[in-house]
C-alpha cells in the first residue's frame, strides 16, 4: 500500500528551481534513500513533504490524503515525523526536558507519569537509557542525534524523514547508528533518509531515488541505482561514469 505520494512536486525560489517535477511513491514499511549531489533538492524535498515549505505546484499525499496544503504541525499529527540536518535540541533543558516538549506537541499529548514512562522506553530505543536528568549541553554529537532521533519518535510516526542523521560520525558510532535504524525499520516504520554516507545507504536501503539538479535521476534496488552511469556521473563527474 503506497504511504507517502509526490506528484509532480516543484519548489521556486525566485528564479532557482530547487526541486523540478518531482513525483515517486513510497510503500508502507520500505527504507527508501534518497540520494543526490549537494544542491540537487533533497532537503528541500523532506521541507515540503514535512509541511516546513509550501510547494510551488504539485502535491504531496500521505495514506491518499493531501498534506500538501497544511503545516508543519497538523503534518506531524498525521504521522511524519522528521530529524534537521543541523540537530535542533534546547540546550538550556534535559535530555528528558527536550523529549518531554516533543510529546507536548502530539496529536494526543502526553503529561505527567504517561509521559515520564514515554520518555524512559523512547531514551532507551535511542541508546539513551537512563540519561534524562543529564543536560543537553552536554551531550557528545551522536548522543544529541540519539536524542533528535527520540524526539522525532516521540509523535510515533508512520514515516520518518531522516537528514543526514548519520553524518559527522566516526566509525564506531556509525556502526551504532546503522543498528539503531535497522531495528527502527524492523518495527515496521517507513523510512525516508538522505545520506551521504554510501555504506550506510546500502546497509539500510532496499531502494534508492537520486536527484540531480532538483529532478530525480533514478529510482530504483540500491545495488542497480549506484552502479547506474547517469548517478556516478552526476556524483563524479564524466571521467568516472
Ligand atoms: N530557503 C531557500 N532559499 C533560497 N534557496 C534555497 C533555499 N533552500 C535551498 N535553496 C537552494 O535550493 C537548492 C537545493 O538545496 P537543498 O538544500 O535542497 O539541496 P540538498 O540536495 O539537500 O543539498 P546538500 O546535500 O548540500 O544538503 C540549492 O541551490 C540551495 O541553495
Known amino acids: 500500500m503506497s504511504l507517502l505520494t ?110 515520564e514512562a514515554k520518555i524512559e522506553n523512547l531514551l532507551a530505543d535511542v541508546g539513551l537509557a537512563g540519561r534524562q536528568q543529564e543536560q543537553a549541553s552536554n551531550l557528545t554529537y551522536i548522543d544529541l542525534k540519539r536524542m533528535e532521533l527520540a524526539r522525532a519518535l516521540a509523535t510515533e510516526p508512520k514515516l520518518l524523514l531522516l537528514d543526514e542523521w548519520l553524518a559527522g560520525l566516526n566509525p564506531t558510532e556509525l556502526r551504532a547508528g546503522i543498528d539503531l535504524i535497522t531495528r527502527l525499520r524492523q518495527s515496521g516504520i517507513t523510512i525516508l533518509l538522505v545520506e551521504h554516507v554510501m555504506d550506510a545507504v546500502r546497509a539500510l536501503c532496499t531502494r534508492c531515488i537520486v536527484m540531480n539538479t532538483g529532478s530525480r535521476l533514478a529510482d530504483g534496488p540500491t545495488a542497480d541505482v549506484l552502479a547506474d552511469k547517469s548517478v556516478i556521473r552526476a556524483y563524479l563527474g564524466d571521467d568516472h561514469a
Do not use: C
Open 6 to 115: 509526490l506528484s509532480n512536486v516543484t519548489k521556486r525560489f525566485g528564479g532557482l528551481t530547487a526541486v523540478n517535477d518531482l513525483s515517486f511513491t513510497l510503500t508502507a514499511g520500505e527504507t527508501v534513500g534518497l540520494l543526490g549531489p549537494n544542491g540537487s533538492g533533497k532537503t528541500t524535498a523532506l521541507n515540503m513533504i514535512s509541511g516546513y515549505l509550501p510547494v510551488t505546484s504539485g502535491s504531496i499525499a500521505l495514506d491518499g490524503t493531501t498534506i500538501s496544503t497544511l503545516g508543519p504541525e497538523r503534518i506531524a499529527h498525521r504521522g511524519v515525523a522528521r530529524t534537521f540536518q543541523l540537530v535542533r535540541a534546547l540546550p538550556s533543558l534535559t535530555v528528558g526536558e527536550n523529549v518531554l516538549a516533543a510529546l507536548a506537541f502530539r496529536k494526543d499529548p502526553l503529561w505527567g507519569s504517561k509521559a
